[in-house]
């Protein structure tokens, strides 16, 4: 159930990306603190493509050719995992690359993940509680082991 808590899926599919051009996946973080996770797997043997992590306003910046500044950037890869903690919450974008290695559309496998362990709130139990799981555990491990014990006594 922590599991859960921890971790939301953004995107976990195939994404096409022209030849000779650049697909966008926007990446919304609520949180500070927010871990992207992030893995690319080219589908075509002869591709690769630049995954790389970048704000709104970056993207809008890569988007009309002017400098920006990446958050996270691969390179030209086949295959690239990475993770990357955001500092603050906003729109993020991930940028996936197929302007240098464009000779024909690339099928990239794209996973995105956020992690954010700051937003789970532990429960504890009551003493009560805590004491009735404890005694019935170790009433049961017994029980398991006499049963034991006198099948192995009775062969």
């Known amino acids: 159930m922590l599991l859960f808590a921890l971790l939301a899926i953004l995107l976990d599919s195939t994404v096409t990306v022209p030849k000779s051009h650049w697909t966008a996946i926007k990446t919304d973080v609520p949180f500070a603190g927010t871990t992207v996770d992030c893995s690319i797997q080219v589908e075509n043997d002869d591709s690769k493509v630049d995954a790389i992590l970048v704000t709104r306003r970056d993207a809008e910046r890569f988007h009309g050719g002017r400098s920006f500044h990446p958050l ?84």
């Open 72 to 155: 996270y950037q691969t390179g030209f890869q086949t295959s690239a995992r990475f993770r990357y903690t955001v500092d603050q919450p906003g729109e993020y974008v991930l940028l996936l690359d197929n302007r240098l290695e464009g000779r024909h559309d690339t099928k990239v496998a794209v996973k995105v993940d956020l992690w954010n362990p700051a937003q789970v709130h532990p429960v504890t139990l009551s003493p009560q509680k805590r004491e009735v799981i404890i005694v019935s555990s170790i009433l049961f491990f017994l029980g398991v082991v006499a049963f034991s014990a006198r099948k192995i006594t009775e062969t």
